[in-house]
T-cell receptor, first 114, second 112 residues
Framework: AQSVTQLDSQVPVFEEAPVELRCNYS??????LFWYVQYPNQGLQLLLK??????LVESINGFEAEFNKSQTSFHLRKPSVHISDTAEYFC????????????FGKGTRLHILP | DAGVIQSPRHEVTEMGQEVTLRCKPI?????LFWYRQTMMRGLELLIY????????DSGMPEDRFSAKMPNASFSTLKIQPSEPRDSAVYFC??????????FGSGTRLTVV
């Protein structure tokens, strides 16, 4: 069965500094990968996803993630964070040609420091 | 599209009472999921449906919890009787095949 590990429960970073949120997964088959963001008191929103093709995927607000099959990783990066990026970020995985169940990591809380 | 719609947004109830949470998925989506989120346990999958049929309910914590999906546009999650440890935010999500979920805004349940 697939699983997701988010290595950091909290990441503090200064405004305008770069950030990387780490995600590793395990699966015996090919996977789809996702990052979701949850702003305070809201539901989860899909930030970006990797289904196939280019291993580098981008979101509309400057985040990007790169699928690395050999390292089974899907780390999320942003070159310069803004206070509005304060949120909890969830990495998730689902398996090809299986039922649609997506497994979520435990989340990483991003704190933007002024 | 209005997205996934959950009601109520907030529910406060007394221990022992029945609680019903409701969800309207996005039209055309064939999967529906119920999640529970707490500080201690994070995001837990309770049950999910495909084409209105329950596929996996192994995450439902106890017999006090039940879920139904009578048609493609409506699902309920019921807790009877409710207990204080059921206090959490309950999310509904829907999807079309394997391309990512759309979540509702959640129902914050407080059992006193």
């Amino acid at each position: 069965a697939q699983s997701v590990t988010q290595l950091d429960s909290q990441v503090p970073v200064f405004e305008e500094a770069p950030v990387e949120l780490r995600c590793n997964y395990s699966s015996s088959v090919s996977v789809y990968l996702f990052w979701y963001v949850q702003y305070p008191n809201q539901g989860l929103q899909l930030l970006l996803k990797y289904l196939s093709g280019s291993t580098l995927v981008e979101s509309i607000n400057g985040f990007e993630a790169e699928f690395n099959k050999s390292q089974t990783s899907f780390h999320l990066r942003k070159p310069s964070v803004h206070i509005s990026d304060t949120a909890e970020y969830f990495c998730a995985v689902s398996e090809w040609n299986r039922d649609d169940k997506i497994i979520f990591g435990k989340g990483t809380r991003l704190h933007i420091l002024p | 599209d209005a997205g996934v719609i959950q009601s109520p947004r907030h529910e406060v109830t007394e221990m022992g009472q029945e609680v019903t949470l409701r969800c309207k998925p996005i039209s055309g989506h064939d999967y529906l999921f119920w999640y529970r989120q707490t500080m201690m346990r994070g995001l837990e999958l309770l049950i999910y449906f495909n084409n209105n049929v329950p596929i996996d309910d192994s995450g439902m914590p106890e017999d006090r919890f039940s879920a139904k999906m009578p048609n493609a546009s409506f699902s309920t999650l019921k807790i009877q009787p409710s207990e204080p440890r059921d206090s959490a935010v309950y999310f509904c999500a829907s999807s079309l095949s394997n391309y990512g979920y759309t979540f509702g805004s959640g129902t914050r349940l407080t059992v006193v």
